[in-house]
């Protein structure tokens, strides 16, 4: 089975400050990846995906991911952090070798902006 | 066009009492997928459901637990004779296959507290 790991439960950082936070998953030929963002009382907003094709991918509010097969990452970045980012972000994995539709979730990173 | 929407947004329950919980998809969905947050758990996969097959059960944790979704849109999740440790945030998301290719859009989730 599937598993990912998030190395950071939190991450602190200065406002306008660069950011990455990591995520590594279980090795299999196959699968889709994907960062979601969790605002404090509500439900989880997609940020980015990787499905194929180019290994840097682009989301919403300026954050981006790079795929890398051979380390079995897929680490987040911005280059700019505001306050308003301050939020859990969860890494997740869906395994194509199993057909199995229900995402894996890594135990999230509280990115906490600091002014 | 609204998101998923769950109901109630809060619970409150007495342990041995049963709860429903309820999601609304997307329109035109036609996966639905039920994933529990608790704090010494992370976000785990319940049930999911895919158009008019057979839904994968395998995250459901014991036998208290139990989902039906109605004329393939609705969702109520049922969990009987409630114990302390359901207490939790449950997300309901839905998708719309394409292919392989799944986005999973998720609700603001239903806090339930079993005391």
């Known amino acids: 089975a599937q598993s990912v790991t998030q190395l950071d439960s939190q991450v602190p950082v200065f406002e306008e400050a660069p950011v990455e936070l990591r995520c590594n998953y279980s090795?299999?030929?196959?699968?889709?990846l994907f960062w979601y963002v969790q605002y404090p009382n509500q439900g989880l907003q997609l940020l980015l995906k990787?499905?194929?094709?180019?290994?840097l991918v682009k989301g919403i509010n300026g954050f981006e991911a790079e795929f890398n097969k051979s380390q079995t990452s897929f680490h987040l970045r911005k280059p700019s952090v505001h306050i308003s980012d301050t939020a859990e972000y969860f890494c997740?994995?869906?395994?194509?070798?199993?057909?199995?539709?229900?995402?894996?979730f890594g135990s999230g990173t509280r990115l906490q902006v600091q002014p | 066009g609204a998101g998923v929407s769950q109901s109630p947004s809060n619970k409150v329950t007495e342990k041995g009492k049963d709860v429903e919980l309820r999601c609304d998809p997307i329109?035109?969905?036609?996966?639905l997928y039920w994933y529990r947050q608790s704090l010494g758990q992370g976000l785990e996969f319940l049930i999911y459901?895919?158009?008019?097959?057979?839904?994968?059960k395998s995250g459901l944790p014991s036998d208290r637990f139990s989902a039906e979704r109605t004329g393939g849109s609705v969702s109520t999740l049922t969990i009987q004779r409630t114990q302390q440790e359901d207490s939790a945030v449950y997300l309901c998301?839905?998708?719309?296959?394409?292919?392989?290719?799944?986005?999973?859009?998720f609700g603001p989730g239903t806090r339930l507290l079993v005391l």
């Open positions: 459901f895919q158009g008019n097959s057979a839904p994968d």
């Open positions: 998301a839905s998708s719309r296959t394409s292919g392989n290719v799944e986005t999973q859009y």
């Open positions: 329109s035109g969905h036609t996966a």
């Open positions: 997740a994995v869906s395994d194509l070798q199993t057909g199995r539709r229900a995402l894996t």
């Open positions: 990787y499905l194929s094709g180019s290994t």
């Open positions: 090795s299999s030929v196959s699968v889709y």
